[in-house]
């Protein structure tokens, strides 16, 4: 195989700037590719040379396998990385490759199409008596023949789309009733994720253990196992805090698992960087095999810093046609190590995905700490592509040492202008069950009403001196003729030698809360109204373009302040929080909209992909119903009815691109 001294990297954000600094090791030439929306974005800035390959739409650039063959071509690399996502497990892409003498960091076009199919997998895994999960896996794919193969496995079960992964496709059913409509939401996802809506049907696990082990290959016929991750804390089944290895498991059952996936790994000829993954019964301790991923997984820094293994390294060495440079008895594990996936979400509101510019960006610096990112102060969040702004990973000689060390990094990265669900993973990761056996159940045992941020009431009113002070600054200075500065009182209650009084609004939801500041100069009495509750602080801000200094009733903190406008990031290391205040006119203006049609129309909550509409004019729907799902940031959303009644308008169709705000469905409610 020719030497690879050029390389694409056909991805984007994190991975590709992953990618980069493994090339700058090898002295390998980087080129970065980039959309509309990532023109200006970290991986473009770091490789060595950067390509326009389309629009902002994934299927217009980055899932576009002719055009990036075209500036492979034009740029005449040896090889193509595809990173993780996108175009990292296809067979279109890697047959382009071959046609053209481009090498494809990865594993053979057989391999990825033996794997490709979780049907296929499974069937190739009990051939090789590797225990799967009890369940349906056949062809046929009639919505009978479905449902009477579910009432034979038994409820709860799981439908899960055949052709993927990243939790899209998939369904938990616990009754009956639910299965035909689950499963028309779990092909119609996975048609529009994958191109093909074939399902499989398991035995749903209630207690289960997320285990999985990394194995790399060569050409030579070498295959080892670089040990075992452990992935059970998600949310919609995407994975949020990873470790490697994985605590509170049997060394014969660890041994298992290793075995079982080496075997599988040889039989596949594997050469590359691959993981099998596996359900643990977290009661029983049985394991099943679940599926492989012929790629690089997000949560890989967890086995490099255990195994001092650079997988990208050796996904390119690999690639050359080298060896590995190991066998397996030269591998060990040394210490621990946790990862945690950043995004830019609400947790605090059934995890919204936001959208944004970072107007506040700092990554953690301290011993065992590393950072793996795409973005930098400034960045955009964009709906187009998958919410994760970084990961951060922490290594230490022992889990308890390493769980301290990630909390003491989330706690020292500043982030604001989106929110996020940083807060969220501090408090997964400060639980005591955190130390016991975990279970894909995790959070909804240790948040069993969800999640909320805690003291929003005093930070609300932080906010608000914020914006206060630096709008008085701004009045008694250069008069810039802003709507805020025109509606400020400062100027004319201060002068005459009265304390300053003004109304802030905040709209969260359906509530609306009233801000009275009085004061000045940083100092203020700060009372908040909602929903008839009434709270006042005594506040004293020292504000600074870099940290600035709160007192709140005798007690002093730092924090990161970013404004915006109207809009105000607090970030230290216990939260991170975004508000966006309105002026007495813009709160008049959101109370008679909100009156007009809050309850009986629905809109957009954010740009997004209409994927479905299932109602029509004239269909009477209840509160709760399901009237149309939408896709942003790579998950699809179902987006109910806000009221009982009959719909009058359906303003969008499946395939629609929206914008945040728009109006698409309006419905004439029983009780007007």
């Known amino acids: 195989m020719k030497p690879i001294k050029r390389l694409l990297i ?45 629009t902002s739409a994934a299927a217009e650039s980055y899932l576009n396998a002719e055009v990036l063959i ?24 890697i047959r382009r490759c071959q046609e053209r003498n481009i090498t494809f960091i990865g594993p053979s076009i057989e391999s990825i199409a033996q794997m490709g199919s979780k049907i296929n997998a499974k069937h190739i895994a009990h051939g090789l008596h590797i225990a799967t999960v009890p369940g349906y896996n056949g062809e046929s794919q009639g919505v009978k023949e479905l449902l009477a193969q579910a009432r034979r496995i038994g409820f709860p079960l799981l439908i899960k789309a055949s052709a993927g992964g990243g939790g899209k496709g998939m369904r938990i059913v616990h009754i009956e ?24 049907l398991e035995k749903y696990i209630v207690r289960s253990r997320h285990i999985e082990v990394q194995v790399v290959g060569d050409s030579q016929g070498n295959v080892c196992h670089l040990f075992d991750r452990e992935c059970s804390i998600q949310r919609n089944y995407q994975k949020l805090i990873e470790e490697a290895p994985a605590g509170n498991l049997s060394a014969d059952t660890r041994q298992a698992l290793f075995d079982c996936a080496v075997k599988l790994a040889q039989y596949l000829n594997y050469q590359g960087v691959g993981t099998v993954e596996f359900i643990v019964d977290a009661d029983t301790g049985d394991f099943y095999f679940l599926e492989m991923n012929t790629r690089l997984q997000v949560e890989h820094p967890t086995t490099e810093l255990v195994t001092g293994v650079d997988l990208v390294a050796l996904q390119i060495q690999i690639a050359q046609g080298g060896a590995l440079p190991f066998i397996q008895d030269d591998l060990s594990v040394k210490g621990h190590a946790i990862e945690a996936r950043i995004n830019a979400e609400d947790p605090g509101n059934s995890y919204l995905p936001e959208i944004g510019k970072l107007d506040l960006y700092r990554e953690p610096i301290a011993a065992g700490l590393r950072v793996d ?35 003491q990094g989330l706690g020292d990265f500043a982030i ?46 932080i906010a608000a001196v914020a914006l206060a002070t630096e709008q008085e600054t701004k009045v008694t200075g250069a008069f810039s003729g802003t709507p805020w500065q025109r509606l ?34 940083g100092q203020y009495v700060v009372t908040l109204v909602k929903e008839e509750q009434i709270s006042e602080f005594n506040i004293l801000l020292n ?39 309105l002026s007495l006119e813009e709160h008049l203006l959101k109370e008679a909209s909100a009156h007009t049609d809050s309850s009986s129309v629905i809109r957009a909550q954010m740009p997004g992909l209409i994927t479905d509409v299932l109602v029509c004019e004239g269909d009477a729907v209840q509160q709760g119903d399901i009237a149309l799902a939408i896709e942003s940031m790579k998950l699809v959303n179902n987006i109910v009815a806000p009221c009982s009644g009959t719909v009058s308008k359906v303003f969008c169709v499946a395939g629609d691109n929206v914008e945040g705000g728009t109006l698409l469905v309006e419905i004439e409610s029983l009780t007007d």
């Not at 409509?181 to 529009?192: D, H, S, T, Y």
């Not at 400034?378 to 909390?407: C, H, N």
């Not at 004319?492 to 509530?511: E, H, K, N, W």
């Not at 903190?557 to 508000?579: E, P, T």
């Open 10 to 54: 056909a991805n984007r954000g994190e991975i590709a700037c992953r990618i980069i600094r493994s090339c700058q090791l090898l002295g390998i030439e980087s080129v970065a590719v980039f959309s509309d929306a990532d023109r200006d974005e970290k991986h473009v800035r770091e490789a060595d040379r950067a390509v326009y390959i389309g």
């Open 70 to 93: 075209g500036v492979a071509l034009k740029t005449k690399v040896d090889a193509i990385h595809p990173g993780y996502g996108f175009l990292s497990e296809s067979t279109e892409l």
């Open 177 to 200: 009733d639910e299965f035909e409509g689950a499963l028309a939401q779990a092909k119609q996802e996975a048609l529009n994720a994958f191109g093909d809506d074939s399902v499989l």
């Open 373 to 407: 990112s795409g973005v930098t102060q400034g960045s955009s969040i964009s709906p187009f592509y998958d919410s994760m702004v970084a990961k951060v990973i922490a290594w230490g000689e022992t889990r308890g040492l390493a769980g301290q060390r990630l909390l």
């Open 416 to 461: 604001a202008g989106v929110k996020t669900n940083r807060e969220f993973l501090m408090a997964l990761l400060a639980c005591p069950t955190f130390h016991q056996v975990l279970t894909t159940q995790y959070i909804d045992e240790v948040f069993p009403d969800g999640w909320q941020p805690w003291g929003e009431e005093v930070h609300l009113a």
């Open 488 to 521: 400020s009182n400062w100027r004319l209650t201060t002068g005459a030698g009265i304390p300053a009084v003004t109304r802030l609004y905040l709209r969260q939801g359906d509530s609306t809360s009233t801000i009275q500041l009085v004061g000045g100069s």
């Open 543 to 581: 504000l600074n373009k870099t940290r600035s200094q709160v007192e709140v009733s005798g007690s002093r903190s730092m924090l990161d302040i970013a404004i915006n406008g109207s809009q105000v990031h607090l970030s230290s290391s216990k939260l991170n929080r975004s508000y966006q205040f």
